[in-house]
T-cell receptor, first 112, second 115 residues
Framework: SQQGEEDPQALSIQEGENATMNCSYKTSINNLQWYRQNSGRGLVHLILIRSNEREKHSGRLRVTLDTSKKSSSLLITASRAADTASYFCATGFSGGYNKLIFGAGTRLAVHP | DAGITQSPRHKVTETGTPVTLRCHQTENHRYMYWYRQDPGHGLRLIHYSYGVKDTDKGEVSDGYSVSRSKTEDFLLTLESATSSQTSVYFC??????????????FGQGTRLTVV
């Protein structure tokens, strides 16, 4: 079974609004990563947060990690139509050869 | 973009035939991975490699084999293709800088249809 589970499965918002996606996982991790996928394309890395970090920012992205609850959230502020994509969390494991296990993803639609 | 090339990009094959997908990288990264992506399942790890001739199974390895004879190439073989292996296949690479895990870079994908 997959390690990460994203919530919600789909999200529809207006431009300018914030978008929040959540990820829960089951076992201990070394890091958690978020990726974006535009329709029909490969995945692009957005941000990596290590297990000893609680929050990280990158531009309009803010990621939090709560290892006690085994959960993470991705916040996209001031969304744009160009943010329309699927977003995936992926968990990395200690001593796991950099192996990443992905969740099923959240489909985000940002309407102009 | 990271130098990752998947070939072919599209393939239609018949049930029961062997199929080989190729992933080629120019980044000299140590780790290489094969994932499949299906609606509702996200990406699932098939096999991965942590060095030349060093490979291991992922979540959904049945019916697949891999080989890595050179750092730059990672081959995925469907020994006898079945309709359930119709999917989009992604190759990824990553490195382990100073012992710390880093992000993965993905190829553009291969759309495989088994009829």
């Amino acid at each position: 079974s997959q390690q990460g589970e994203e919530d919600p499965q789909a999200l529809s918002i207006q431009e300018g609004e914030n978008a929040t996606m959540n990820c829960s996982y089951k076992t201990s991790i070394n890091n958690l990563q978020w990726y974006r996928q535009n329709s029909g394309r490969g995945l692009v890395h957005l941000i990596l947060i290590r297990s000893n970090e609680r929050e990280k920012h990158s531009g309009r992205l803010r990621v939090t990690l709560d290892t006690s609850k085994k959960s993470s959230s991705l916040l996209i502020t001031a969304s744009r139509a160009a943010d329309t994509a699927s977003y995936f969390c992926a968990t990395g494991f200690s001593g796991g050869y950099n192996k990443l296990i992905f969740g099923a993803g959240t489909r985000l639609a940002v309407h102009p | 973009d990271a130098g990752i090339t998947q070939s072919p990009r599209h393939k239609v094959t018949e049930t029961g035939t062997p199929v080989t997908l190729r992933c080629h990288q120019t980044e000299n990264h140590r780790y290489m991975y094969w994932y499949r992506q299906d609606p509702g399942h996200g990406l699932r790890l098939i096999h991965y490699s942590y060095g030349v001739k060093d490979t291991d199974k992922g979540e959904v390895s049945d019916g697949y084999s891999v080989s890595r004879s050179k750092t730059e190439d990672f081959l995925l073989t469907l020994e006898s293709a079945t309709s359930s292996q119709t999917s989009v296949y992604f190759c990824a690479i990553s490195e382990n800088e100073r012992g710390r895990d880093t992000e993965a870079f993905f190829g553009q994908g291969t759309r495989l249809t088994v009829v």
